[in-house]
C-alpha cells in the first residue's frame, strides 16, 4: 500500500509544481502592475513552515515533507503532508479560475 500511497502524492506534487510555476509566473506580473501586494499566500495557522508571497517555497515545503515521510513511514507526517496538499490544489485552482 505504501508503494500506491507514495506514487500518488510524488504525482500530485508533481502537478502542483507545474501549476505553481504558471502561477508564479501570474503573480509576478500582477505584482509588476501593483495588484498583488499580499505577503504570504497561506496565513500562519495553515500549516505550513514557509511564509511567502509565491507558490515555490510552499511546494519545495511538500517536496520536503515527502522525503521524510518516506523514510519515516510515519502516519502524523503522511496527515500533514496531504493536507498540505489538498489546501495548494485549492488555492491554486482558485487562483487559476480568478486568472485565467
Keep these: 500500500m505504501s508503494d500506491a500511497v507514495n506514487q500518488q502524492l510524488i504525482d500530485n ?7 505553481s510555476l504558471a502561477a508564479d509566473a501570474t503573480l509576478a506580473q500582477l505584482r509588476e502592475e501593483k495588484k498583488a501586494g ?6 500562519a495557522d495553515a500549516g505550513f513552515k ?4 509565491t507558490f515555490q517555497p510552499y511546494v519545495e515545503e511538500v517536496a520536503d515533507d515527502l522525503l521524510q515521510w518516506q ?9 500533514a ?6 489546501q495548494l490544489f485549492t488555492v491554486l485552482a482558485n487562483f ?4 485565467t
Design 96 to 99: 487559476e479560475q480568478s486568472y
Design 71 to 79: 523514510q519515516s513511514q510515519n502516519k502524523e507526517l503522511l496527515v
Design 13 to 19: 506534487i508533481s502537478i502542483i509544481l507545474k501549476k
Design 81 to 86: 503532508l496531504v493536507k498540505k496538499i489538498e
Design 38 to 43: 499580499f505577503s504570504a499566500i497561506f496565513t
Design 50 to 53: 514557509s511564509s511567502a508571497n
